[in-house]
């Protein structure tokens, strides 16, 4: 069926199938890169963080050997939530972006989580927070950073996070340290309007309590935004309001520029060391990690 006016303006913004069909390609090619990192990583794959059959993740460790020498290392941690419009894709195709990180002594976390249409949009944030809150309770020391990271689909579960009441898992406050969302989504309402909707059920009222602009408030936690150069309005302008916003509460935010780059091609800098992207992320983490280093002084 043909969609009209706002909505195929909408469509036209957001969905990615349809505008950008190489994007198997570079899925495959993300594929090879993270078979390749993960037969020599240091790694416990598919732990349960819940009891459903999605509701499991991946660690990545300092070290080497496909099985883990010993408990996770005492480093920051960094997860990380995939994308696909939380009706696809699978945290495996994503391993290789660890690798960059676990090199500097980052413990890297991939979750999986149940995907639409088998999930609701309220039942999939509340299994993202749920994986937050088992890494920080079962692999975390105290004064660890903790690093909630995302891109797409995972930069909108990666700010639902950060914006969680933590006491529904057993804390007493705040437990993320930074977020970093790549090409996210703040805004759900528009996505009601597309085809990505024929999947994921949105109603104006489940878009409304799950996008994170409607949800702000002040926040010691610092974010690093980052949109592809190439990519379009829609996503700029997601990333823009959410800065702008972020801001103004008086929370502290950093926006990353990626010029040159597309929705799927973005990642591919993210876990490049020579990258500016990734030179801007590691700079990001320096400032996070320094910071808890001085608390607990």
């Not at 199938?17 to 037969?39: M, N």
Request: proline content about 6%.
């Amino acid at each position: 069926m043909s969609r009209g006016g706002a909505d195929e303006i909408f469509e036209a913004q957001y969905n990615l199938r349809r505008s950008h069909p190489q994007r198997e390609q570079v899925y495959a090619s993300y594929e090879e890169l993270s078979a390749a990192f993960r037969a020599n990583a240091n790694s416990r794959c598919d732990v349960p963080y819940g009891p459903a059959p999605r509701q499991v993740l991946d660690i990545f460790s300092p070290g080497h050997g496909p099985e883990p020498s010993g408990p996770e290392a005492p480093g920051p941690i960094l997860i990380f939530f995939h994308g696909g419009y939380w009706r696809a894709l699978d945290k495996s195709i994503f391993v290789f972006l660890a690798a960059p990180f676990v090199a500097a002594g980052w413990t890297v976390v991939l979750p999986n989580y149940t995907l639409a249409p088998a999930a609701t949009i309220d039942e999939i944030v509340h299994e993202a927070r749920a994986a937050v809150a088992w890494v920080s309770r079962e692999l975390r020391q105290k004064g660890q950073p903790l690093v909630v990271s995302g891109h797409s689909a995972g930069g909108h579960l990666t700010l639902m996070s950060i914006l969680s009441d933590w006491s529904e898992f057993g804390f007493d406050g705040q437990i993320v340290n930074g977020g970093i969302a790549v090409s996210g989504l703040f805004d759900l309402e528009p996505l009601r309007h597309t085809s990505v909707n024929d999947l994921v059920r949105l109603t104006a009222e489940s878009c409304a309590r799950n996008s994170p602009l409607n949800l702000l408030r002040r926040s010691a936690v610092p974010l690093l935004l980052t949109v592809g150069g190439l990519e379009t309005e829609g996503f700029h302008g997601q990333s823009n309001r959410l800065a702008a916003a972020w801001r103004s509460l008086g929370n502290d935010v950093e926006v990353a520029p990626a010029g040159g780059l597309d929705h799927f091609t973005i990642l591919k800098d993210l876990a490049d060391p020579s990258a500016s992207l990734c030179r801007s992320i590691f700079s990001f983490l320096g400032k996070i990690t320094e910071k808890a280093a001085s608390d607990r002084i």
